[in-house]
């Protein structure tokens, strides 16, 4: 690069920089210097953008690959759009235990989290496990693994800085601590940063195979039509986008590692081996499948009888060993003990939710990201041209399926789709790249015309459908933590996108039907499993069931109506089914609490309340308010699915009860693990 080259590329840079900058800077230090924020970042967003078209225009001669271009604005894109959020971080449970690390190491100089958590004044009801629990070292424990803040740590430290220079000359935040919006906002960056170096290791890895055109597509279909969509931006501070992008970094060193077999490239991938480790353990998942091409290379060219080739293995280990050093060493001051016993909810390794976890509204893995469904039809190529890269795919994939399966949790809380699936995000690409390429190769022009305009509406649409999924889950429209009604999201012009979600569907709903004898509901009733009462992971069992739930069944209205200016659930015949799917590993006591009235002029009517068809209490109901509370022992219970039923005397005449409320709560009980601990966050 000449000396034109490398002025160009500092102007780039300071261009970005500035952004950069303008966007961690806080709105109202930016307007007391008399500048409009926005104004101010818009502008500099349009020179950034110039610069690098300006960069690529100057390097275009010697053959420069313009994919750079694509990630470099999608950067400024997610970096600007940053600066249109609130300027305040909600912070969850998640994204405070991986953000703690960061001021409690750089500020404090401990690993003492609590004064942490109890600046972000969560409630200290539902977290009490948190705070009262202490390790043999005397520290509040922290379950969650340290790579992420390694990770974050220099956008940590840059936030940190101009903090403090934004306090020496007393503009805004003043003194709010490293929780503060400058310290946040420069670890989002950090964030999008990340999740864009991934997308473009990703593209060089394909692009050897595929070539650049078929690569850099496949790549930004799957980011538009994946989870990783949200993740990418910014706005969690969990650890989804750093795994997937240092999954994508570790396919491309093993990919160079296997044509190279240098030393620096051994010792680069294992360092970045080891970061993927301590950012989230279950990515030791896609080590296992890497372990298949590494192997058969080393076999192949007898690296362990050359000098080099041992060489190559002490730099592997020595990186690893960098890269997740720095875990055992959180682990041993936090807990005392360099490999812990970190605690978590039993796996069900006999009894999977396989089909749950793949196909379930509950953040299944193919209803929420159907684009996936075409990348695993995309590995049979790769299975064809390469067969141990598809084995070391394929490993993980299944491996991370009945990992997350086994969790009573598959669904993984407050999730946007199938985030636990997000490390395996390169794998999809490569098996879209595969399967375009497969439609690009087709020898007859017509077959190849209508498979291309095929493909493309197919990635337009689930990317339509994704944005609308990703829409209404970062405006909270939807229930973030329970299971959906698809057709809640997809409405008018999105409605659509029901023919592709409800037929996914299909898989669960037939086994559901078969397992509890069910009646198999159609498109219209939008039944799945994986809306749930209780499942293990309700940490204080109290749930309120919403009247418009689809788990009323049979005798009961479609939908909740407004009855004297609130909403009821009407009970229409003389019989009412609720279908309440339970799961327990360890089975507590169960009240449920209803509170139902009858029709005025009704008088009073007799109701039976049953479970399973075994009658558990009596009440008169009255027009007047009437509370019923039933305590279910673990023996009235199965685990799977409950039916709840209601049985009124008198009249079948509609409306028969009209249910006001109903609520589940879990009875408190001793458990050797804490509630709060889980083992695939």
């Known amino acids: ?98 953000y703690a690390y960061l001021p409690s190491t750089f500020i404090d100089g401990d690993l003492d989290f609590e004064n942490q958590f109890r600046s972000l004044e969560f409630d200290r009801g539902a977290l009490r496990d948190i705070f009262e629990a202490r390790t043999p070292t005397g520290h509040v424990p922290n379950v969650f693994p340290a790579g992420c803040a390694i990770l974050w740590s220099p956008f940590f430290l840059l936030g940190h800085v101009i903090a403090g220079l934004l306090g020496l000359i007393s503009l805004p935040p003043g003194p709010g601590g490293a929780f503060d919006l400058v310290h946040v906002r420069a670890v989002q960056i950090g964030q999008v940063w990340l999740s864009v170096m991934g997308l473009y290791a990703a593209y060089r890895f394909l692009s050897r195979w595929y070539g650049r055109a078929v690569s850099l597509s496949a790549v930004l279909c799957i980011w538009v039509a994946s989870p990783l969509l949200v993740y990418a931006t910014g706005i969690r501070l969990t650890s989804e986008a750093a795994s997937a992008s240092l999954a994508a970094i570790l396919l491309l060193l093993v990919q160079r590692w296997m044509e190279s077999r240098g030393v620096l490239t051994a010792a680069a991938l294992g360092l970045v081996a080891g970061l993927a480790v301590a950012v989230r353990l279950q990515n030791l998942l896609l080590l296992v499948g890497l372990l298949f091409p590494l192997l058969a290379c080393i076999r192949h060219h007898r690296l362990l009888r050359t000098g080099g080739g041992r060489a190559a293995a002490w730099a592997m280990l020595a990186g690893g060993a960098l890269g997740f050093g720095p875990q055992l060493v959180t682990w041993r001051i936090i807990f005392g003990e360099w490999i812990p016993s970190l605690g978590h909810l039993a796996p069900n390794w006999g009894d999977p939710f396989i089909l749950e976890s793949l196909f379930s509204s509950r953040k299944g893995l193919f209803t929420w990201s159907p684009i996936f469904v075409l990348s695993i039809i995309g590995l049979i190529w790769v299975f064809r041209a390469r067969r141990i890269w598809a084995i070391a795919f394929v490993m993980p994939l299944a491996l991370n399926t009945y990992l997350n399966a086994a969790q009573p949790d598959f669904w993984a809380g407050t999730a946007f789709g199938a985030r636990r699936f997000l490390s395996c995000t390169p794998i999809f690409a490569a098996g879209l790249a595969a399967l375009l390429a497969a439609v690009s190769a087709m020898t ?117 109506v407004e009855r004297t200016g609130e909403q009821v659930r009407v009970m229409e015949s003389n019989v009412g089914l609720m279908n309440i799917p339970m799961y327990f590993l360890q089975r507590p006591g169960v009240i449920v609490e209803m509170t139902l009235t009858v029709p005025e002029n009704e008088g009073t009517r007799r109701v039976e309340v049953l479970l399973n068809g075994q009658r558990l209490d009596v009440v008169r109901a009255s027009a007047a308010r009437t509370d019923l509370s039933v305590r279910l022992s673990p023996r009235e219970y199965i685990n799977g699915m409950n039916v709840l039923e209601l049985q009124a005397q008198g009249d079948s005449g509609s409306p028969v009860l009209y249910l006001r409320s109903i609520r589940f709560i879990r009875t408190r009980q001793k458990t050797t693990d804490p509630a709060w601990w889980v083992g695939t966050s």
Not at 459 to 482: E, I, P
């Open 444 to 560: 007859r022009r017509r077959w190849r015309a209508i498979g291309a305009a095929a493909l493309l509406a197919t990635w337009s649409f689930f990317g339509l459908m994704n944005l609308r999924l990703a829409s209404a889950f970062t405006k909270g429209t939807v229930d973030r933590y329970h299971a959906i009604r698809f057709s809640d999201v997809f409405n008018g012009d999105y409605s659509v996108h029901r023919w592709v979600v409800y037929p996914l569907q299909l898989p669960v709903q037939t086994l559901f039907s078969l397992r509890y004898g069910l009646p198999l509901y159609g498109l219209e009733n939008e039944y799945v499993i994986g809306d749930d009462v209780f499942y293990f992971q309700e940490k204080h069992g109290n749930l309120i069931l919403g009247l418009n739930n689809p788990l009323f069944g049979p005798g009961w209205s479609d939908d909740a």
């Open 1 to 98: 690069m000449g000396v034109n080259g490398r002025i160009v590329t500092a102007v780039c840079s300071l261009c970005v920089a500035s952004l950069v900058v303008s966007v961690i800077l806080p709105g109202a230090a930016i307007e007391m210097l008399g500048i409009r924020s926005t104004a101010l970042r818009t502008a500099l967003l349009a020179i950034s953008a110039a610069s690098i078209v300006w960069r690529y225009w100057c390097a275009r001669a010697r053959g420069s690959d313009a994919a750079w271009v694509a990630f470099a604005f999608i950067f400024l894109f997610l970096t600007y759009r940053l600066s249109l959020r609130p300027e305040s971080y909600n912070f969850g449970l998640d994204s405070a235990f991986y």
